[in-house]
Nanobody, 126 residues
Framework: QVQLVESGGGLVQAGGSLRLSCAASGRTFSSYAMGWFRQAPGKERGFVAAISRNSNTYYADSVKGRFTISRDNVKNTVYLQMNSLKPEDTAVYYC????????????????????WGQGTQVTVSS
């Protein structure tokens, strides 16, 4: 069983920055591919960013150039640095883990992930 705990959400003005963290339990974090997703009110959960075991990354077009996903396998943590935030980035952000992943693989579909965090709210005011 893997537990994921997100933190770092909050209220920020448009143009500001936030860094989300997702801490994972267990001793095999380095074997997980990780992802970030978000869900705005009245909308379906959507892909934001993904990172493979060896730190290949992939981003949704809407966040490319503004968000950066990274991982620290010593701290069992994945991060999402969010810059130049826009009101449309307002959502609950979730991290997810895909166990037993090949080193180069990342996943953009939520159905691929085995574990999810509880989410952290990000609100961007205009």
């Amino acid at each position: 069983q893997v537990q994921l705990v997100e933190s770092g959400g909050g209220l920020v003005q448009a143009g500001g920055s936030l860094r989300l963290s997702c801490a994972a339990s267990g001793r095999t974090f380095s074997s997980y591919a990780m992802g970030w997703f978000r869900q705005a009110p009245g909308k379906e959960r959507g892909f934001v960013a993904a990172i493979s075991r060896n730190s290949n990354t992939y981003y949704a077009d809407s966040v490319k150039g503004r968000f950066t996903i990274s991982r620290d396998n010593v701290k069992n943590t994945v991060y999402l640095q969010m810059n130049s935030l826009k009101p449309e980035d307002t959502a609950v952000y979730y991290c997810a883990a895909k166990t037993g992943s090949p080193p180069d693989a990342y996943y953009t579909g939520g159905v691929w992930y085995d574990y999810w965090g509880q989410g952290t709210q990000v609100t961007v005011s205009s």
